[in-house]
């Protein structure tokens, strides 16, 4: 079973390095006890992503549930032969990571099946989902069971993620918008995008920033650097952004070159060393 177990753990790590190069050099600079569990949420939550996002040429409802289904009985169970879904389920079960938190990010996935336009309280439902309980289920990991610690650190690990689902909606706007007809920002035309809605965005975007960079420096020190680094990519991603005009993110993906990605984790890596957050 050891050697099952590592298998599955190390195809997330592939989806993980594959999918998205900022995660990957986020989680090589987490303490190594951190890295498989944190890639098999990755796995977990990108995989589903892509069921609702790429397979166009599938019944995506049918896909979901039964992913879903499959998800909830591994977990039950403690086995699965999907190897994403085996190693997402030992870390839940090992980090006693609430079902709550998988029912609500499953939840926002199947939003993207039928919503288009997001009032308020679908938009705060569908970050909460999408993004929110994915910060909540890395601070379990992060916390090793010390819930006092989990507590306090809740609200900014909530923050972090709405924070980088926020950068996500403006970088990706053309896609999302263009290409799958979502607007998830209430009460936005993409197709009048203007200067000041892009201004009301990126203050709440930095409000969430401001409350997450706190919680990072009581994060425990195997995790802090890890964090520290997404926060800062995502960080400059939304400088970057705040930089261009309405009209010019509506019309292309802005996005951090891989090299100077890699910049950033060598002066933050170091920022840290000496313990300069």
Known sequence: MTLFDLTTFKCSKVITEHYSTSFTLGIKTLHKRFHYPIYAIYGFVRYADEIVDTFHAHDKKTLLDRFSHETFQAIEEGISLNPVIHAFQNVVNEYLIE????E?????????LYMQNYNDHKYEEYIYGSAEVVGLMCLRVFCEGNKALYE??????????????????LRDIKSDYVERGRVYFPGVDFSTFSTNAKCDIEKDIQDDFDAAYRGILKLPNGAKLGVYLAYIYYLNLFKKIKNCSADKIAEQRIRIPDNQKFALLVSTYFRARFNYY
């Open 99 to 102: 079902n709550e938190l998988i």
């Open 104 to 112: 609500a990010f499953l939840r926002s996935m199947e939003m993207d």
């Open 152 to 169: 306090q650190l809740k609200d900014p690990a909530r923050r972090l993620g709405s924070a980088f689902q926020k950068v996500n909606f």
